[in-house]
Nanobody, 126 residues
Framework: MKELVESGGGSVQSGGSLTLSCVGSGWNIGGYSMAWFRQAPEKEREGVAMIDLDGDIAYADSVKDRFIISRNDAKHTVYLVMNNLKPEDTGRYYC????????????????????WGQGTQVTVSS
């Protein structure tokens, strides 16, 4: 069974930093596009950052120049370094994976991923 396990969430003050990790437990993520999503209370889940199996990367405009996504396939792990955090970054952060590709795929839409972790909570106070 493919399982994604997130960690690294927590509570920080505005301007602080956190690093999230997502481990593919029991499977090799090397052939998968990976992404981070987040969901704030009473809001839809939104794509934050993605990295595909070729290393191409995309970010949501709201996190560009503040967040960095990377992957270490040998460790079956994807990371999200979050700098200069803002209260609006508060939410539950989810890791996602998928092998599919099609023209026009953005990598930042929920419907583009079949495998999801349980999430880790990030809370940023002002």
């Amino acid at each position: 069974m493919k399982e994604l396990v997130e960690s690294g969430g927590g509570s920080v003050q505005s301007g602080g930093s956190l690093t999230l990790s997502c481990v593919g437990s029991g499977w090799n993520i090397g052939g998968y596009s990976m992404a981070w999503f987040r969901q704030a209370p009473e809001k839809e889940r939104e794509g934050v950052a993605m990295i595909d199996l070729d290393g191409d990367i995309a970010y949501a405009d709201s996190v560009k120049d503040r967040f960095i996504i990377s992957r270490n396939d040998a460790k079956h792990t994807v990371y999200l370094v979050m700098n200069n955090l803002k209260p609006e970054d508060t939410g539950r952060y989810y890791c996602a994976a998928d092998q599919r590709w099609w023209p026009g795929r953005t990598g930042l839409k929920e419907r583009e991923y079949n495998y999801w972790g349980q999430g880790t909570q990030v809370t940023v106070s002002s």
